[in-house]
């Protein structure tokens, strides 16, 4: 593919996010999106980077992981932690806001690297179990640890608050176990989501499109002919998860200040919640970012906006499922798509001659 048809392509995609913020925010300002669909804004944001930050592993450097909303959690705790920890020296809740998003990355990014080591070395099937027991440990971890801090600085304990030992006056509690964070400021927006989008779109394009980006897609294609011809298998392939498990990590921040209390339950970071970002990925299409957006955005607004059918809407709902998975993955469907963008491009072509 040339360079001009790859930024074409970029640019489309970028179009795309930017249409959809600009209708929202039209629809928005004229009083024609419901009280549902505004709820729905962050969080269609926040799936959309998920989706897109897997499938940089699961589409581009080819290994299942099941462990993405365990990086999305960490980003998420981390993040609030630091939101609420600051809150007294940096009065200023969108720069707390943005030094929580580093945070959050740089947390879920080093425990990508630090898991990826003994965990890449699996394959296929051992890759997802690893990744998913992972997901659940830290989620069951977070459930059991109390901090809190005073004059004397940090506390941590996995019993209750009053092993704490905080002082009576001075004491705060930040985390309190299963009950999780309270009291974090609700500065996540939707367009502070679609510049993160954006963010993550432009990172996750720029690498595929890159000599790094070649390199991981060969170690997908066939690892022993990348080996043979000089490429490090293991940099690259950390390379990858790391920056994977970093995206997630900013997208558990954006969901964290969207809500005021943030739990590390089974319904938030459980393997359901891996399971259905994967959802998306596969949807839309392997390798595909916009595909991964439109699967994301359709796939969590469509329950809420079916919600009226409660007989219908599950059925419905399994039903778009099932032509997706035909349209993207059915060769009848792919070579009838080929042939329709061929019928399109060639009458583009006559029209360009006879002009």
């Not at 011809?229 to 995206?247: E, H, P, Q, W």
């Not at 921040?253 to 970002?277: C, D, E, P, R």
Request: glycine share 10%.
């Amino acid at each position: 593919m040339t360079k001009k048809k790859i930024r074409i392509q970029n640019a489309v995609t970028y179009g795309m996010v930017l249409i959809f913020w600009a209708v929202v925010e039209i629809m928005d300002r004229t009083g024609n999106l419901s009280s549902l669909l505004k709820g729905l804004l962050v969080p269609l944001c926040m799936y959309a980077i998920l989706a897109v930050s897997l499938n940089l592993t699961v589409g581009i450097l080819g290994e299942l992981s099941l462990g993405h909303a365990g990086f999305m959690c960490l980003g998420a705790f981390s993040g609030a932690f630091l939101t609420n920890c600051l809150e007294g020296a940096v009065p200023s809740v969108g720069v707390r806001f943005f030094l929580a998003l580093l945070l959050g990355a740089l947390v879920a990014g080093v425990f990508g690297l630090l898991i990826g080591i003994p965990v890449l070395r699996l394959k296929g099937d051992y890759l997802a179990i690893v990744t998913l027991a992972f997901g659940e440990i830290i989620k069951n971890l977070i459930n059991v640890l109390y901090v809190g801090y005073d004059a004397n600085g940090f506390h941590f304990s996995m019993k209750d608050t009053t092993s704490l030992g905080l002082d009576k006056e001075t004491g705060v509690i930040l985390i309190k176990g299963a009950q999780g964070i309270t009291g974090t400021p609700r500065a996540a927006t939707f367009t502070i989501g679609i510049l993160l989008l954006l963010l993550t779109l432009f990172i996750v394009l720029n690498l595929i499109n890159s000599r790094t980006g070649r390199a991981v897609m060969s170690i997908r294609d066939n690892r022993i002919a990348a080996e043979s011809v000089g490429i490090n298998v293991t940099k690259y392939k950390l390379m990858a998860f790391s920056i994977s498990a970093a995206l997630a990590g900013m997208a558990g921040v954006l969901y964290a200040h969207s809500l005021s209390t943030l739990q590390a339950s089974s319904n938030n970071f459980g393997y359901n919640k891996s399971i259905l970002i994967l959802v998306f990925v596969v949807l839309g299409g392997l390798g595909n970012m916009r595909g991964s957006i439109i699967a994301a955005v359709l796939l969590t607004a469509l329950p809420e906006m079916l919600r009226g059918l409660n007989d219908y809407r599950m059925l419905i709902y399994a039903i778009v499922l099932i032509v997706m998975t035909i349209f993207n993955s059915s060769p009848k469907a792919i070579e009838l798509r080929s042939v329709v963008m061929d019928k399109i491009r060639h009458k583009k072509t006559e029209k360009k001659e006879a002009a």
